[in-house]
């Protein structure tokens, strides 16, 4: 029961619901002999990497069989000359950098959580590498899908580039394992920067903030990470990691490259930071001085939630065209003000994504009511600027309200694929369409 318990939940808002069974495959044939079983007997199967989903990728609100892969977490080649590996989906990200190490060669994704690779395919994660290095999306070559009657596909190949046909490798990206379960993933590796350099800089106001991202967007400074936090998240870090930031709008700003480019990006960054009212920089080209920099970012959202001790917490998601962004974190600010909402923001903001991690006592109706209502005006503000309901956090259970919204006709396709694919409805049901 407990190892059922475990399983019917992830670090979501969402509630709870545990699988009837867990099973612990250690195969891509162990993986396709139960999908088989499960479809002859029409039993719901709900793929599971470490849990770390945002908006309920993994409860079983159908019951049915949750396929842990976590046992599936081999590195099964590592070919530095073609910068890619080749691994299983249970392997975690820190797993697979600590083992290329001797390389000189790292995996750029990095939601946060040491999440899993099949995992982070499953919902088409990022984080704060994105602007430099793309999303999952742009890193996964090729993988190995069980489909939802049992047969073992291959998905893309280790080519670069192709042109031959739907491209199925994309297809399964992002789809929450409603599609299939993901066995196998070829992903691109990066070269490890010469020289990195990390600054932290505080603003009076988010859209100085702001401004300095779309101008350095524009004037193409090959930023690592630009990450945004308020003044409220500040003051939460502060407190929780006992730091002394300035308790201001923050940019957390990095640079990759030879030492001399990341001196000139570092530098022309600098300039466009005191143009629009940039101040208190802090330089961190030290190791450790960088890791206590992005260890702060990193606690954010458990800063966040030492506010308000006790309460549950909705992690929001939307993502906006870089030239709304200003525009719509400044709504968005106001209508937490007008809530009485506790949200303090953060956001991976040269991508133009934003996250609010909003503390809400789950037995006021009142603030229930208003965190509804709150999130709803947030995703509309998101579509109505020609954004997303979701930046990186994925569909699930929670935002399936939105998607028609968001695709019109395209839901109705998404729908299609799902039934053509998985037509007796077992694979993770109830999530995404």
């Not at 001399?260 to 450790?288: R, Y």
């Not at 959202?301 to 992690?315: I, S, T």
């Amino acid at each position: 029961a407990g190892i059922r318990e475990q399983h019917g939940h992830d670090e979501s808002w969402h509630h709870p619901a545990a699988p009837d069974a867990v099973c612990f495959p250690h195969s891509t044939e162990e993986v396709s002999a139960i999908v088989r079983a499960c479809a002859a007997h029409r039993v719901p199967v709900i793929p599971y990497g470490v849990g770390t989903s945002i908006e309920g990728q993994v409860i079983a609100d159908h019951g049915g069989l949750c396929v842990d892969l976590s046992a599936m977490n081999a590195i099964l080649d590592v070919r530095p000359e073609d910068m890619d590996a080749t691994v299983q989906p249970g392997v975690t990200r820190a797993q697979l950098n600590t083992h290329l190490r001797a390389t000189g060669l790292f995996f750029s994704v990095d939601p946060g959580a040491d999440a899993s690779m099949g995992g982070m395919a499953s919902t088409r994660a990022s984080g704060t590498n994105t602007v430099r290095y793309g999303t999952i999306r742009e890193n996964v070559l090729s993988m190995t899908v069980v489909m939802p009657d049992g047969r073992i596909v291959k998905t893309g190949t280790r080519a670069r580039k192709s042109a031959a046909g739907y491209d199925l490798t994309h297809l399964m990206i992002g789809a929450e394992g409603t599609l299939g379960i993901i066995t196998e993933l070829t992903v691109k590796l990066h070269g490890l920067p010469e020289a990195i350099s990390s600054a932290t800089v505080a603003f009076e106001n988010v859209a100085g903030a702001i401004d300095t991202v779309i101008a350095s967007i524009q004037y193409g400074i090959p930023m690592a990470r630009i990450e945004l936090m308020d003044a409220l998240a500040m003051q939460a870090v502060n407190r929780f990691s006992q730091l002394d930031y300035a308790e201001k709008p923050t940019l957390f700003l990095e640079f990759h490259g030879t030492h001399a480019g990341v001196k000139e990006q570092a530098e022309a960054m600098a300039e466009l930071c005191q143009e629009f009212g940039g101040s208190d920089f802090a330089w961190a080209t030290k190791e450790e001085e960088r890791q206590t920099l992005w260890q702060a970012r990193h606690d954010a959202a458990y800063a966040a939630k030492a506010l308000r001790p006790g309460m549950e917490f909705l992690a929001t998601d939307i993502c906006v065209p870089i030239s709304k962004l200003a525009e719509c974190i400044e709504a968005t600010q106001a209508d937490v003000a007008e809530s009485g909402l506790v949200a303090p923001l953060l956001g991976h903001v040269g991508d133009g994504n934003f996250h609010l991690v909003v503390a809400v006592d789950r037995n006021s109706e009142q603030e229930l009511e208003t965190l509804a209502a709150f999130n709803q005006r947030l995703i509309e503000r998101a579509l109505a600027a020609g954004g997303t309901c979701t930046g990186e956090h994925g569909i699930g259970t929670g935002k399936r309200a939105y998607m028609e919204a968001e695709h019109g006709e395209g839901w109705a396709v998404m729908r299609a694929i799902k039934a053509a694919l998985d037509p007796l409805g077992i694979m993770n049901p109830g999530k995404l369409v």
